[in-house]
Nanobody, 120 residues
Framework: QVQLVESGGGLVQPGGSLRLSCASS????????MSWYRQAPGKEREFVAL????????NYADSVKGRFTISRDNAKNTVYLQMNSLKPEDTGVYYC?????????????WGQGTQVTVSS
């Protein structure tokens, strides 16, 4: 069974840091690009960061560039999001996403999300 389980969320003050983890199972992790998305209160889900299958390339939303770092450990089937210099506008539910296209078919999976609240 495919599972993506996020952890590491919580309450942090502005300027603080958090590291999110997403542990996966039930699929070949190393063949999937991994991403983080977030959904702030009252807003649509938005892209945050992506890392390619071997970790050789990353992509970030403009709003988090220079503050967030995505990485992966294929030996542990885990993707991470290091979040520094957090701002109140970073508040939201953060979701882990796995995606692959193979033989004309699209495979993608979502985690249940972890809450991040940035507030004093």
């Amino acid at each position: 069974q495919v599972q993506l389980v996020e952890s590491g969320g919580g309450l942090v003050q502005p300027g603080g840091s958090l590291r999110l983890s997403c542990a996966s199972s039930g699929f070949t992790f190393s063949t999937y690009a991994m991403s983080w998305y977030r959904q702030a209160p009252g807003k649509e889900r938005e892209f945050v960061a992506l890392v390619t299958t071997a970790g050789g390339s990353t992509n970030y939303a403009d709003s988090v560039k220079g503050r967030f770092t995505i990485s992966r450990d294929n030996a542990k089937n885990t993707v991470y999001l290091q979040m520094n210099s957090l701002k109140p506008e970073d508040t939201g539910v953060y979701y882990c996403h796995a995606a692959r296209t193979l033989g004309g078919l699209r495979f993608d999976y979502w985690g249940q999300g972890t809450q991040v609240t940035v507030s004093s």
